[in-house]
């Protein structure tokens, strides 16, 4: 192998570090991958990395039904007597019926209008403001919201069919890139009422038919005929995005039951700053 295979490869690792940290952070991973093609690019195809950069998500999703399987699968051994009914974990298929409810808005939204948001959206600009924009309302939201808070939801099995759409409406604003799926969506649970966990653990459990859409509608604009070193590319993409995402839900998680999201609002506003700052001087 060259040793320009050698060098993708190790910008595809790259890659799949930053998405599996960024994708579950509320910091905008799609804002982090536009940022990082600016300083380490691909050198591939345009339309490889635009499939790539949304398709290495897979990996991501991945770590999700890994960590939480117990919760996600709907089935089980029935006891006897039960019935049909008995192969069915209610509670598991009520969950997935809330999280099909929460992505329809920005499936009616995104779907039509992917290729629009890609020619005019994807621009440092736009991922400056969404970061700095985001980063202000959850230091607001922080600050609003006292130790004597009154929740309407500590778990997620809280969420109601009412809460799951209304925050299924904040994820049609992550369509715009640097606003931060997680974000806008962990945003939306904590003015419904949810606590920081449910709010970040319904956004994973969300992610995983928006994020699985997504991969399979770039995968079919750019089709199946990939060459084997895109399609090597692709994976260690992929690979290393389910590796480090596996530690980086269990580290946010982790976080997020002792701290509050203030920390990543301010990132998310000198971040925003720099990159404006940047592409200014640029």
């Not at 701290?259 to 592409?279: E, N, P, Q």
Request: overall charge positive.
């Amino acid at each position: 192998m060259t040793m320009v295979f050698w060098l993708e490869s190790l910008k595809a690792l790259l890659f799949g570090v930053v998405e599996g940290i960024t994708e579950w952070l509320p910091i905008s991973s799609t804002g982090h991958m536009i940022l990082l093609d600016e300083f380490v690019q691909l050198q591939m195809s345009d339309a490889f990395k635009s499939m790539f950069s949304v398709v290495i998500q897979l990996g991501a999703i991945l770590a999700v039904v890994v960590l939480y399987f117990g919760k996600l699968w709907p089935f089980r051994m029935p006891e006897k007597g039960e019935g049909i009914k008995g192969f069915f974990r209610m509670d598991t298929i009520s969950l997935w019926l809330k999280v099909v409810v929460s992505i329809l808005p920005s499936a009616v939204v995104g779907i039509p209008l992917d290729d629009w948001m890609d020619a005019h959206l994807h621009t440092a600009p736009v991922v400056a403001a969404m970061l700095v924009l985001y980063g202000v309302a959850f230091i607001a939201i922080e600050k609003r919201r006292g130790a004597n808070t009154r929740l309407c939801a500590e778990s997620v099995g809280e969420i109601d069919m009412r809460m799951a759409l209304l925050i299924g409406l904040f994820q049609v604003l992550s369509l715009v890139p640097g606003t931060s799926r997680s974000g806008a969506t962990i945003l939306g649970g904590m003015l419904m009422g949810c606590s920081r966990a449910a709010a970040a653990e319904f956004s994973f459990y969300m992610a995983i038919p928006t994020m699985a859409g997504a991969s399979l509608i770039k995968l079919l604009k750019f089709g199946l005929g990939f060459t084997a070193q895109e399609l090597l590319i692709l994976t260690i993409g992929c690979v290393t995005a389910f590796v480090v995402s596996i530690i980086a839900i269990k580290t946010f998680i982790g976080y997020i039951k002792r701290h509050s999201f203030t920390a990543f609002g301010w990132y998310r506003i000198v971040l925003g700053a720099l990159v404006a700052l940047y592409f200014l001087v640029k």
